[in-house]
Nanobody, 123 residues
Framework: VQLQASGGGLVQPGGSLRLSCAASGLPFNIYGMAWFRQPPGKEREFVAVVSWDSLTYYPDSVKGRFTISRDNTGNMVDLQMNNLQPDDTAIYYC??????????????????WGQGTQVTVSS
C-alpha cells in the first residue's frame, strides 16, 4: 500500500489550499480515508474522514471550512481547505483503513499513512 500526499504550501490567513492523496496497492473503494495533521510540537490530530461508502465527518475545529472528497475511479482523496488560519499550520497526512467508517477518528486505528505535506498559514 502506498499513499502519496501533495498540495501543501504557504498561504496567507483567509486563503485556500487543496491537498490530494493518491492511493495505490489497495482496493480503494472499500477503504475509509482520513486526513490528520501534526502542528509543531503537538500530537497528530484528526481533521476529516470519508468512509468507504462516502460518508464524511469533521471535528468542530475545521467544520464548515474543510471538505473531504474521494474519487474511487482515480483512487484519490482530496481535502479542500478554505479560510485557513495560522492554527491550521501543520504537516498534513492522509491515512487509510480497510472498511473504515466515519467513527474511525483515532490515529492509532489507521494502519496505512502517507508521507505528509507541509501547510503553513502566515502573513
Amino acid at each position: 500500500v502506498q499513499l502519496q500526499a501533495s498540495g501543501g504550501g504557504l498561504v496567507q490567513p483567509g486563503g485556500s489550499l487543496r491537498l490530494s492523496c493518491a492511493a495505490s496497492g489497495l482496493p480503494f473503494n472499500i477503504y475509509g480515508m482520513a486526513w490528520f495533521r501534526q502542528p509543531p510540537g503537538k500530537e497528530r490530530e484528526f481533521v476529516a474522514v470519508v468512509s468507504w461508502d462516502s460518508l464524511t465527518y469533521y471535528p468542530d475545529s475545521v467544520k464548515g471550512r474543510f471538505t473531504i472528497s474521494r474519487d474511487n475511479t482515480g483512487n484519490m482523496v482530496d481535502l479542500q481547505m478554505n479560510n485557513l488560519q495560522p492554527d491550521d499550520t501543520a504537516i498534513y497526512y492522509c491515512a487509510a483503513k480497510y472498511y473504515g467508517a466515519t467513527t474511525v477518528r483515532s490515529r492509532f486505528e489507521y494502519p496505512y499513512w502517507g508521507q505528509g505535506t507541509q501547510v503553513t498559514v502566515s502573513s
